[in-house]
């Protein structure tokens, strides 16, 4: 399976918000509602942000949300705050008990 | 609060063998998925290998099928990944997670241990 892609940065002032793309094909998000969203920052464990496309686990702020259109997810991040500056993975199951990652983007807190 | 802590990584010769091993506290260990994830650093994430609960139920990404052998002793509360046959292409952080298998999400993660595989 092919990594799916992510834009490598993106970047947003205090309060602004920002879209993070996931574009995948036909065999993985195309066809699945299994897109995840994960927060990656040094020194700390990964944390799961988004899962099925759009459902935050519980301790996850609203201000993060996750949309689905035919292979491209999103992750949308409103209101942001310096502690949002991370990279961002989404991944996508692809069915046979197997999973795609994207290559992360980086958020910048300007 | 769910706790969970690789440890293994070393620097290792192209064809030889590591164990990493995950040390899991604050939930109950038996009754979740465990799966293992890599990041190379500067790329992307990729799975790795899955375990059910039970430890009979396993799976592999093709990239280390034949040459990783998953386990899990739930007794000790303790994930293990077996690595053989490692090349280049093996150097990576290594992290454990819980895995929900209906919401296709990993749930918990551990920071990762390093494997450099280098002569």
């Known amino acids: 399976q092919s990594a799916l892609t992510q834009p490598a940065s993106v970047s947003g002032s205090p309060g602004q918000s920002i879209t993070i793309s996931c574009t995948g094909t036909s065999s993985d998000i195309g066809t699945y509602n299994l897109v995840a969203w994960y927060q990656l920052k040094p020194g700390k464990a990964p944390k799961l942000m988004i899962y099925e496309v759009s459902k935050r686990p519980s301790g996850v702020s609203h201000r993060f949300s996750g949309s689905k259109s035919g292979n491209t997810a999103s992750l949308t991040i409103s209101g942001l705050q310096p502690e949002d500056e991370a990279d961002y993975h989404c991944s996508s199951y692809v069915g046979s008990d197997d999973w795609v990652f994207g290559g992360g983007t980086k958020l910048t807190v300007l | 609060q769910v706790h969970l802590v690789a440890s293994g990584g070393d620097l290792v010769k192209p064809g030889g063998s590591l164990r990493l091993s995950c040390a899991a506290s604050?939930?109950?260990?038996?009754?979740?998925?465990m799966a293992w994830i890599r990041q190379v650093p500067g790329r992307g994430l990729e799975w790795l290998a899955y375990?059910?609960?039970?430890?009979?139920?396993?799976y592999y990404a093709d990239s280390v099928k034949g040459r990783f052998t998953i386990s899990r002793d739930n007794a000790k509360n303790s994930l293990y990944l077996q690595m053989n046959g490692l090349g280049a292409e093996d150097t990576a952080v290594y992290h454990c997670?819980?895995?929900?298998?209906?919401?296709?999400?990993?749930?918990?993660w551990g920071q990762g241990t390093l494997v450099t595989v280098s002569s």
């Open positions: 997670a819980t895995l929900r298998p209906y919401w296709g999400a990993f749930e918990y």
């Open positions: 604050g939930f109950t260990f038996g009754d979740q998925y």
């Open positions: 375990v059910g609960t039970t430890g009979s139920t396993i």
